[in-house]
């Protein structure tokens, strides 16, 4: 079983930065594929990045490509999400989570996920 803790959120100005933190217990953190996720007030849950086992393959949601980064550090059981240039559309729960393989559509685990807020 995995417990996935995130991290980082808060309030933050239009053009502003946040970094994401996902810490990962409870399992092998190198086997798993990872992703981030958000959900805003009315809308569905929607992908915002997923990286590989190795952090070598990413992928990105349109909406959030050249503004934010995701990457891994596997000796850390730790994921990242690095949001530049935010913007007030981007304020949601961020969640990460976990799945057996990259590209899966089928996450396994959760995190309680962390509030990103961005004003105008």
């Known amino acids: 079983q995995v417990q996935l803790v995130e991290s980082g959120g808060g309030l933050v100005q239009a053009g502003g930065s946040l970094r994401l933190s996902c810490a990962a217990s409870?399992?092998?953190?190198?086997?798993?594929?990872m992703g981030w996720f958000r959900q805003a007030p009315g809308k569905e849950r929607e992908s915002v990045a997923e990286?590989?086992?190795?952090?070598?393959?990413?992928r990105y949601t349109d909406s959030v490509k050249g503004r934010f980064t995701i990457f891994r550090a596997n000796a850390k059981n730790t994921v990242y999400l690095q949001m530049n240039s935010l913007q007030p559309e981007d304020t949601a729960v961020y969640h990460c989570?976990?799945?057996?393989?990259?590209?899966?559509?089928?996450?396994?685990?959760w995190g309680q996920g962390t509030q990103v807020t961005v004003s105008s």
């Open positions: 409870g399992g092998t953190f190198s086997m798993y594929a």
């Open positions: 989570a976990a799945a057996n393989s990259y590209g899966s559509s089928s996450y396994d685990y």
């Open positions: 990286i590989s086992k190795t952090g070598v393959r990413t």
